[in-house]
């Protein structure tokens, strides 16, 4: 077992601050769409970018981030990354032009948590992976939550400018509380090069699986927390109603956040956790092909698109660092499989909006994401055919 390193007695607070803001600045925005092409005088259906640039940026700079924080240190890149998401995510209330600057410089601070935390928990806590991922995995579902729903009612009584204001703040207090670990950065050089630099994921087989199932998994994740709301709306639920449906997509999932990664650093394979998620998330895309006015109906696909999509991502991001016997490999891993990974993700919500916009219904829609829900089994029982990449 490997000795865990010195680190500052604020490291598990603030990694539970960065779990905070992993999604919550972009899974609040969709509930508020129509409030806020209306103040910038756009159409919305516009603003479906909204959602997709932060994932173009996890596509596009994952590698990036792994190669910079080899350079400048882990820990300093997170906290550029944080001053980087308070800056952005303020920026996007003055104007439509900054609305889409900002949302690049949250794209890009989110990215740097995304590829970094993994990492950082290998290299730090090396013998309780599953458990501090479980952590912040959590702190990121629940604030997922609060946010879809939170946003809405704030939104009535004060403004949707207000509530990203409320997000900024929280981005800048987890700045500020992440700080203390700047003592303890570490610069690629600090040990033998070959360590430092680590495995090229690019030639591994099974890394491309684990890319292939992470990829999937996140289209379908994305499509839902997209459109699941204005599908509930189509099929004669209210705003309010479809607005709860979103913030219930992320609340469901909290015990699996928790408990999948505590539950999979304690397995050798995990193809039945895999199977198991696989299998919800196709019968909750069924389940979307029927147009049932129904608050309870939609609160159940919610429940399984929740657990599913979570238990999925959640279990990829520790796989990083159990299918990894160092940090520079596990970096290395995060960095490969959410480049291209989040390329795919990308292409969820516009391609289910779109066919939307073709068909005049959701069927089509429903079927992609059943179909990318199979794909993500298929390659997670080919990831876990190996216990190591």
């Known amino acids: 077992m490997e000795k865990v390193k010195k680190h500052s007695p604020l490291l598990i607070l603030g990694l539970l601050l960065l779990g905070v ?25 516009s603003l479906g970018i909204l959602t997709t640039i932060p994932l173009l940026c996890f596509g596009l700079l994952s590698s990036v981030v792994s190669s910079t924080a080899q350079r400048i240190g882990n820990e300093l890149t997170l906290a550029i990354a944080m001053f980087l998401m308070f800056i ?17 410089l949250v794209g890009v601070a989110i990215t740097c948590i995304n ?18 991922t479980g952590m912040y995995n959590t702190a990121m579902t629940l604030f ?39 003592k303890y950065n570490e610069r690629g050089g600090t040990n033998d ?56 997509l992320q609340l469901f999932a909290l015990p699996f956040a928790f408990a999948v990664p505590v539950i999979a650093a304690k397995m050798t394979n995990r193809q039945s956790i895999m199977l198991v998620a696989g299998i919800a998330s196709m019968i909750g895309a069924v389940m979307m092909l029927f147009p049932v006015h129904s608050f309870a109906y939609y609160c159940i696909v919610a429940f399984l698109m ?44 516009v391609v289910v909006g779109n066919l939307n916009a073709q068909t005049h219904n959701w069927f089509a829609s429903c ?23």
Request: proline share 4%; hydrophobic share 55%; aromatic share 12%.
């Open 88 to 104: 952005g995510s303020y920026l996007r209330i003055l104007s439509f032009s900054l609305l889409m600057v900002g949302t690049v």
């Open 144 to 182: 997922a939550a609060i946010g879809a729903y939170a946003i809405a009612p704030i939104t009535h009584h004060s403004s949707w400018q207000m509530a990203v204001i409320i997000i900024s703040v929280i981005a800048l207090i987890t700045a500020i509380v992440w700080l203390p670990n700047l």
């Open 367 to 389: 079927i992609v994401i059943f179909v990318a829900s199979l794909l993500f089994t298929v390659f997670g029982m080919f990831a876990e055919r190996h216990q190591y990449v």
């Open 306 to 349: 929740g657990a599913g999509s979570t238990t999925t991502f959640v279990l990829a991001m520790t796989l990083f660092g159990l299918k990894t016997k160092s940090a520079a490999d596990t970096r290395n891993l995060s960095g490969m499989v959410q480049s291209v990974g989040y390329l795919i993700a990308a292409l969820g919500p």
């Open 193 to 248: 090069a070959e360590s430092d630099k680590g495995t090229n994921m690019w030639k591994n087989l099974n890394a491309w699986w684990l890319l292939l199932f992470f990829g999937f998994q996140c289209f379908v994740f994305y499509s839902v927390v997209a459109w699941l709301p204005t599908i509930a709306m189509d099929a004669g639920l209210t705003g309010d109603q479809s607005s709860l449906i979103a913030g219930l």
């Open 115 to 132: 590829v970094l935390l993994p990492a950082i928990i290998s290299d730090k806590y090396p013998d309780k992976i599953g458990s501090v």
């Open 21 to 45: 803001c992993m999604r919550m600045p972009i899974t609040s925005i969709p509930s508020v769409i129509k409030e806020i092409a209306q103040t910038f005088n756009v159409a919305p259906t």
